[in-house]
């Protein structure tokens, strides 16, 4: 990895995804029979992480894993995806977080997540990171670790004017403290609506949700729409950018893959629709392929598409 790119601090969680196709997502008390298995890394912290040193930035990721044969396996993908793994822990105290998740024949998908050692993850942690924050172009969080992990990671970036983004997901409602520090928030139309109670379902509803974010502290909001593409409010500029037709395989990271290439463009001092537009490429190239880490693109494959 080039010593002189941007570097993205990542803090948080690292499952196995046990990832089953099937032509279409089962009722509740239902058994269908599914197409193939696959067994891939993945988390929504990992994921992040991967993404944006695919991309060719320099990637510290913060994180527990259990110590275990999944732990084992996690730890040898980040290190060929060249993500440092400084502060990566294994703890025998909980297994690794896993992901059971099931792809429909459009892409769709459902996934149950066992968080495991995700949740083993303190801001003791986080603080012995305190010299990467201090050095990073962006910091990056998401929900599936503790809050106070996630609020301690928030005021280290904020106190080294280092933007700090929050994907909040899985979805919950969060405290005033927190959302005053974030810089970019980017939930998709659900963890919108549980956010802000607005169900957002059209361009004009995702604006009035935005509003309603920026009304609590948020700097900026992003609300991904999925195949509609995403919407960027913040102090100066509302603007819609419609996704890029692809067609889609699994869906499964496609939201990590764009806060993930979010990062990487604030860390190089894009402008933030700049660096959005840039995540929206990537997103739409993870979805045309299965898995989540497995499906991130490199630098060049962006390059490429952007291109074509």
Do not use: W
């Not at 801001?123 to 012995?128: E, F, H, I, T």
């Amino acid at each position: 990895m080039n010593s002189d790119a941007p570097k993205i601090v990542v803090v948080g969680s690292s499952n196995m995804d046990l990832v089953v196709k099937s032509q279409r997502i089962p009722a509740a008390g239902e058994t269908i029979l599914g197409g193939d298995f696959i067994m891939v890394p993945g988390g929504k912290g990992a994921n992040q992480a991967v993404a944006a040193a695919k991309l060719g930035v320099n990637v510290c990721f913060v994180a527990k894993l259990g110590d275990d044969v999944f732990g084992a396996q996690s730890l040898r993908n980040f290190k060929k995806e060249r993500v440092n793994t400084d502060h990566i822990q294994q703890t025998k105290d909980a297994p690794s977080g896993v992901a059971l998740i099931m792809v429909d024949d459009k892409g769709e998908n459902s996934i149950v997540v066992a968080p495991g050692a995700n949740l083993k993850l303190s801001p003791q942690d986080v603080r012995a990171a305190e010299v990467e924050i201090k050095a990073a172009g962006a910091v990056v969080a998401q929900l599936e670790v503790p809050l106070d992990t996630i609020q301690c990671a928030a005021e280290l970036a904020n106190r080294s004017n280092v933007p700090f983004i929050l994907d909040p997901a899985p979805a919950r409602e969060l405290p005033q403290e927190l959302l005053e520090l974030v810089d970019v928030l980017t939930p998709n139309e659900t963890e919108a609506q549980i956010l802000t109670g607005i169900e957002v379902t059209d361009e004009e509803s995702a604006r009035e949700a935005s509003m309603n974010l920026l009304g609590r502290g948020v700097k900026a909001a992003i609300i991904t729409l999925g195949s509609k593409g995403f919407l960027l409010v913040d102090g100066d500029q509302a603007v819609y950018v419609p996704a890029h037709k692809v067609r889609a395989v699994d869906s499964t990271a496609a939201g990590d893959a764009f806060t993930g290439s979010l990062a990487v463009g604030i860390a190089q001092g894009k402008g933030l629709l700049d660096a959005a537009s840039f995540a929206n490429y990537v997103a739409a190239l993870a979805v045309t392929k299965m898995g989540a880490q497995s499906s991130m693109p490199t630098l060049q494959e962006v390059q490429d598409f952007m291109n074509s």
